[in-house]
């Protein structure tokens, strides 16, 4: 495999440029990812980060409400957003004829995107049924991603749904809209990432022409979401009205990546020793020697490794049968924490896992979009698009010793317990 | 917000200079798809292997066609897949799993109604370790008696949460009211089934079909072809059978009827699964029926999706789509809808069906979805799994990858006529049948007023 290539540069309105030339493909991306995801959005304003992702595609000054998705699919791409914690992704992926194309549509919604009353009120029609489907609709809706942060964390950044509720999504007006592109939409606090069958030079004049003239504004300044670490156990129990089997989640903290990136990937490898494969502990031990759970899944990080500045979330989650005491699997959970924070994986052990994360890396990147969208989001969050072309050899430096010490650390802190009991006729079954 | 003073939304959709001009699409760039190795082994067993060499890793795609006939074939197949990883003469579930970690790579394993599918990756050097696990599983695959009780169990779990999601349960009742009791149907086995399969039974399943003569094995990585083969030959030499692994009989013809109305006490939503007949690959107007199925609801850009979702806000999403069953093909036509919507998302979803057979598709449209088609297919196959997964499913049509090759051309040969023939033909809604799971206490009345609904 080549090297990836990085180059960068910042234009004078402050919009951050990462070129990644690939020979090899016939297929080019754009990606713009702003610094402002959900924990930003205002109190009394839940989801609003989302809905206004959602807006983002409703139309700019050049382009009638549905003219995005049909150029860019015209072109034969496709496109997509998402909002994390942290920050806000829009994206398409075209044949590489389309280069400019994507540059285009991109440059005219952060430029000037039409904000309409008619398109808020449609898309909040919109984005409700999409938390229908996601969440209210289905068994163990929003599990655990929106009911654990609430019993980890005590300030509303951090505690609260980014989906949103649905009496503040029907409160939201343009006013807000405007308000919230003028202060998180200002191209000081975006970047654009361009990855795929391109030249250099020829892509950088591109991106001068196009997002060049957006006129500076002022950046926000970001703000800190730190909060202190619990230090007790903190226990809550969600009836869930779908739900036919109970199900749990543990949520613990972890090191800022930004500072301690060492200590961040030992608990991501953590989370593998724990729950990746039949050979993982909590797999063997719970599922089956123990048989108390009939799934058990460990990972580092709310919404995905290495997807938001601190702090962020571990996360254990398992379902069980009604006929299993919790707190038995919680107990069995606690006995092989205690283990590896004695003695930690061995070095087969652990070189395994890391055999597993260099194959799952390569896999990235040999997807464009996948690739271009993990360079785009480590450079926005860390500075560093550089972590993801050097994560295989982090994580291989990754020592026994590291884990051990993750593993301590989940031991000795405080962490959030959710419980989901079955709550509704179809439960019973169960 | 912490800017206090803000333009307002009318100010911030305008600039100066004014709107702008899309710009043109640029010079075309082609890379050709690689070459694909083929041979059939003494086994039986047909093997595909493609070098694209990107990244250090292979694709695995391996289909071994697993019909069966007996009502409890599903639930012994489910529990076979389950614990074929679980133990060998010489390996238990976890030392399993520790040789293929050691070289990066992952096996899943599935079964349905049609073939039990292994499907994976690894490092590209680890391709003999790899191959070496799958050679055990076949010929001495033990599932143990106490991995095939603990399974059971886990299955009957799992089970008992899948039929609460409306998606599986929406799922089951389309299958039944488009193919009635053909085993194609039973995707799910049934929890008493399950419990009721024995060790014996998983193992002897095993020995009588779990065999490489009518079984395809798809690679794909940084591997040399030739060199690949060879391995694969070497490593499954042992894997013998004198059966041939067993096809699913084609379903019987879909009958257009009423949508059914299936109760789901409390739901929020209701999901719509409207089904007609279709076209294979095979068929000649097959780019023809992709391209009049795109503008119909194929992507975002299509006229369903306007409607219901830019326009009405009745859905997050909504799906038309091609489903390749043995013999032939069935178009599904799906959305999701909150319950108070429900019976306008059904008018407005049979108006949009009604109006490509009235109002067939225009220039502009045809020529998005056709440069949608190529594009997308160009993009699927850029990656080693997406190439993968496309030789396989087409080698097991009977297609290969000049398939793929000819695909551009026959899409940009449809003409409009073509299409607004297609259009009359598969998609009238008098060609469909359906389910519609929700609420019937609160979506009951506004649907049945619109006619063409049975049920409870």
Redesign the interface.
Known sequence: ?PAVELHRTTLPNGLRVLIVPDP????VGVAVHVDVGFRSE?EGRTGFAHLFEHLMFQG???LE??AH???V???????NGSTHQDYTDYFE?????????GL?LEA?RL??????VQNL??????????I??NV????YGGFPWILLPPILYDTFPNAHNGYGDFSELEQAS??D???????YYAPGNAQVTVAG?LDVDETLRLVEKHFG?IPAR?T??RPSFAEPVPGAQRRQVVPD?????PALALGYRMPDPGTDLDGYLGHVLLGSVLGD???ARLQ?RL??TD?LV??VSASAGLMGPLDARDPDTFTISA?H?AAVDPDDVLTAVDEELDKLAAVGPSADEL???V??W??WL??E????TDRMLGLGARELLYGRAEIAVELPDRLAAVTPDHVRAAAGALCSSGRAVLLIEPA???GE?? | ???TT????A?????E???????????????PLPDIEERTLPNGLRVLAAHRP????VEVRLRIPFAGDDPAHPATAELLSSTL??GTATRD??E???A???????LGVSVNPERLHIGG???ADGLPDLLAVLADVFTAATHPDVEVT?ER??LV??I??A?????TIAREAVQRRRFGDHPITREMPLGEDVAAVTAEAVRALHAAALVPRGSILTLVGDIDTTAAIAQVENALAGWTSDATARELSPPPPLTPGDVALVHR?????SQLRLSAPALSRHDPRYATLQLTNLVFGG???SRWM?NM?????????VHSGVEFVPGGAVLNVDT???SDVTAAALLETRYELGRLTAVPPTVAEV??AR??A???L??SL????GLASSLASLAANGLDVDWLRAHPARLEAVTLEEVAAVALAFFAPSAFTGVLVGDADVIGPGVRALGGITGP
Not at chain 2, 6 to 9: F, L, N, T, V, Y
């Open positions: 495999m090899t493909t016939p297929v205002p700019s000054e050049s409400k549905l998705f049909r150029h699919q015209g072109s034969g791409g496709m496109f992926v075209l044949p590489a004829a389309g280069l400019e194309r285009f005219d430029r000037a995107p039409k904000l309409t009120r449609n898309q909040v029609d919109v984005v409700k049924e999409e229908r489907l209210l609709n289905r068994p343009l006013d809209a405007a308000a919230f592109f003028d202060t069958y003239d002022p926000p300044q009205a779908q739900a036919p089997l494969g039949e050979a063997r599922v089956h048989e009939t799934d379902r049968p070189a395994r896992q055999a597993r260099s194959a390569h896999q990147n040999d997807s464009l509704g006729d179809e079954q169960a | 917000m912490t800017v803000h333009r307002s939304a100010e911030i959709s305008r600039t200079a004014g709107a702008r001009a899309l710009p043109p699409l640029g010079a075309t760039r082609t890379v990107r990244v250090p890793m990883l679980a579930r976890v399993i799993d520790d293929l970690a050691a070289v990066g790579a992952e990756s690894g490092l603990r169990e886990r779990e799992r008992i949460v039929r609460a999601q409306p998606r006490k409390g739901s929020v939503q992507y975002f850009s306007e979702r830019e326009e009405k806000g009745y859905t997050y999403s999701d809808v909150a020529e998005a440069s949608y190529v594009g997308s160009l993009i850029d990656s080693q799994g």
